[in-house]
Structure formats: structure tokens, C-alpha cells
């Protein structure tokens, strides 16, 4: 079953998602489309259109960098490699999520928890 994720949802977590993917080393935009996918079990379908404005923004924020590549056997791309910066906001967006999901896991798993009350096991 696909699960269509709000877009509110989508756009909150683009950021945590692409400096934690940056974390696994630098990679450019093509690359950080396909391990969203990869990540998401094929639930997340992002497009260029919403992958390089939010790369572009952080950049502007110094969170990541940027460098254009021409490898031997392909075409030219722009490699991003997060800094500092970025790991610190990756670090204190991920103590938010964490908030975030543990509250929702217990209101959801706790007794007389919503999820019986959806239909949900």
C-alpha cells in the first residue's frame, strides 16, 4: 500500500533528510533523489523542482557546499558536502524529531491510545 504523505509533512523533513544523507558523504542531486526513495521505501517521490530550491537555501544558510565535478566517465555535477554548520542544525533538528515521534509513538501505542480508536493495529 502507498501512502500519500501530506506535503506539509514532506516539506518539514526535507531538511533533516538531505543533511542526514549528506552526513553519508557528499553527493549531488540525482544521487540525493534516489536515496530518498531508496530511504522511504519508494513513499517519497521528490522532484527537482522541490530537491535544488531547498539545497540552494541550504547553501545560503552554510549548511552544505557546493562544487562542480566532471568525473571521467560522466557528465559534469555539482557535489554537495554538508559543514559544520549543517551537522550542528542536523544534530538539533534530529533532538526535535526525536521529541516529536516519541511523543506521537506514545499517544498512539498508550492505553486507550488513538490508534485502536482508528481501526489500526
Known amino acids: 500500500m502507498v501512502v500519500q504523505i501530506d ?16 552526513v553519508e558523504g557528499e553527493s549531488y542531486g540525482y544521487a540525493i ?12 517521490e521528490w522532484t527537482d ?10 547553501q545560503r544558510l552554510g ?3 557546493t562544487e562542480w565535478r566532471t568525473p571521467p ?8 558536502a554538508i559543514t559544520d554548520d549543517g551537522r550542528a ?13 516519541r511523543a506521537l509513538g506514545d499517544i498512539w501505542r498508550g492505553p486507550g491510545g488513538l490508534m485502536p480508536a482508528l481501526g489500526e493495529v
Open 7 to 22: 506535503k506539509d509533512l514532506v516539506a518539514a523533513s526535507a531538511t533533516p533528510l538531505v543533511l542526514a544523507i549528506l
Open 33 to 44: 533523489l534516489k536515496r530518498v526513495r531508496e530511504l522511504s521505501g519508494g513513499e517519497l
Open 49 to 58: 523542482g522541490m530537491l535544488y530550491p531547498l539545497l540552494h537555501r541550504l
Open 63 to 65: 549548511y552544505v557546499t
Open 73 to 80: 566517465e560522466g557528465r559534469r555535477r555539482r557535489y554537495y
Open 89 to 101: 542544525a542536523l544534530a538539533e533538528q534530529r533532538r526535535q524529531w526525536v521529541t516529536v515521534t
